[in-house]
């Protein structure tokens, strides 16, 4: 099955429920599943399938039909952030072979110019364009396009989106993520999140954020309904949670930081909140705690996974005992795999290490991604096959250091690159960070270490947003 197969069946019997809200304005499921077969129509008949089409925008309806278009099409998709520059751009159109965009002439308008040079057919949801060398279809085409009965089938080892993430080599680097991968993570939340038809589901993050697939697609292959988080009310939307009544809530710990030092984590102030998870970021146990007292009717979590694991593939639920716990540097601990996963901890020649002592976090299992969009060699430095596991099974070597504490779960100490040498000894940033912000003028702190010609630790830099 696909990820357009799901949704579609999933929404047959709620189609005059709201899929999305958006700037004061709302879709049902009808339409917006209109809008997307017609859009798959006219990538059919134009002989679009299984190609890659590039999204553009988010604060509107346009990138989400789009998307889902592109889905019920049996095509890829892969997020165009209005913010990138202009050469990243133009990296991601050409890895991708993209002849087709997607999006709305506010978001389209300014990108024409690099566009034109792509030979790329714009599809413009909400309105037309008209600009010299650019072929583009409008409202009106969509609007006359007979739409698709179903979606077009396509096998769950085809790609359903790459995603961009930096690349040390200065080039992104696509992530190729499956069907399958992604059914296989919305299984593994169904069993964890009961949710009625019609519940309000948050969406914080940018279309070209992984973490946004599961604000997408869990939130309709259950019914809900996306709540796009209104530009204006990015830092802080403490009203937002309380108008739109959220109750599934998904945001890097950042996002919650900015509200408490605007006081707006205050006590109960979130009674619609049945689950909130955070991602991302290592989550302080002192934030989570202050969340969970303003948001006493839900679950705090934290949620850990790199996009080459679909998402994210461990949970481990904050509990009140945690404030007077020993974890490491403060944080609460990332906890255990999703049941079809498997987790192991490293050493630097592959072998596996004891619980409890720290090494690499590597895993295994449905969510693990197909690997990097034409680099074979990046992709088999990082998805393994180790000689002591006897099956065929591929392994995600993640570059995050951890261990398992002796509750079982999972501890992540940050990335293996953010342990330096620095005066002759081993030092981990993390473990100075959490020391300074056991002083009460500091909540968030970020130390940068600087390097000399030789790539040798000189110095250490603290960023903090706190004025001191």
């Not at 006219?42 to 890659?52: A, E, H, P, R, T």
């Amino acid at each position: 099955m696909s990820i357009g197969e799901l949704i579609f069946n999933s929404t047959k019997e709620s189609q005059n429920f709201e899929a999305i809200r958006y700037d004061n304005k709302s879709i049902t499921y009808f339409d917006l599943n209109d809008k997307a077969l017609s859009i798959a129509s006219l990538l059919s008949k134009m002989g679009f399938y299984q190609s890659v089409i590039g999204i553009v925008g988010q604060k509107n309806l346009s990138p989400y039909v789009g998307l889902l278009g592109s889905l019920y099409a049996g095509c890829s998709y892969t997020p165009i952030n209005t913010k990138y520059s202009n050469q990243r751009i133009k990296d991601i159109l050409e890895a991708c072979s993209i002849k087709v965009i997607i999006g709305s002439k506010i978001d389209l308008t300014p990108l024409l110019p690099i566009f034109e040079k792509f030979d790329v057919l714009i599809i413009c949801v909400d309105g037309s364009i008209d600009y010299k060398n650019v072929e583009s279809l409008g409202k009106r085409d969509i609007e006359r396009a007979y739409p698709l009965s179903n979606p077009k089938e396509v096998d769950d080892n085809f790609i359903a989106y790459i995603l961009f993430t930096s690349g040390s080599s200065g080039k992104p680097k696509g992530v190729q993520v499956t069907h399958g991968n992604v059914i296989a993570f919305i299984l593994n939340m169904k069993k964890l999140y009961t949710l009625d038809k019609g519940y309000k589901a948050s969406h914080t993050f940018d279309l070209s954020f992984d973490l946004s697939v599961c604000d997408i697609f869990f939130t309709w292959s259950n019914s809900g309904t996306l709540c796009v988080l209104p530009e204006n009310e990015k830092l802080i939307p403490t009203d937002y949670i309380q108008r739109e009544k959220i109750e599934f809530w998904f945001s890097v710990p950042t996002l919650a930081s900015f509200m408490d030092k605007f006081d707006s984590l205050k006590e109960d102030i979130f009674p619609s909140l049945k689950y909130s998870l955070f991602c991302g970021e290592p989550l302080p146990i002192l934030l989570a705690k202050k969340w969970s007292n303003s948001a006493k009717n839900s679950t705090v979590e934290n949620v850990y996974g790199p996009t080459e694991a679909t998402i994210h593939l461990t949970r481990r639920i904050y509990s009140e005992n945690d404030v007077n716990s020993n974890f490491s540097n403060g944080i609460v601990p990332i906890g255990r795999a999703f049941d079809d996963h498997i987790i192991e901890i490293i050493d630097e020649n592959d072998n596996r290490i004891p619980r409890g002592n720290v090494g690499e976090i590597v895993f295994k299992g449905p969510q693990i991604s197909k690997g990097y969009l034409n680099d074979e060699k990046k992709t088999k430095a990082f998805f393994v096959n180790f000689i002591w596991d006897k099956s065929s099974d591929v392994w995600y070597k993640s570059g995050d250091l951890g261990f398992y504490n002796n509750d079982g779960d999972i501890e992540c100490l940050g990335r293996i690159d953010n342990q330096i040498k620095f005066a002759g000894r081993r030092v981990d940033i993390g473990d100075i960070e959490y020391i300074l912000r056991r002083y009460p003028e500091i909540d968030d702190l970020i130390i940068v270490p600087i390097r000399d010609e030789n790539l040798l630790v000189k110095s250490l830099i603290g960023f903090t947003t706190n004025i001191i």
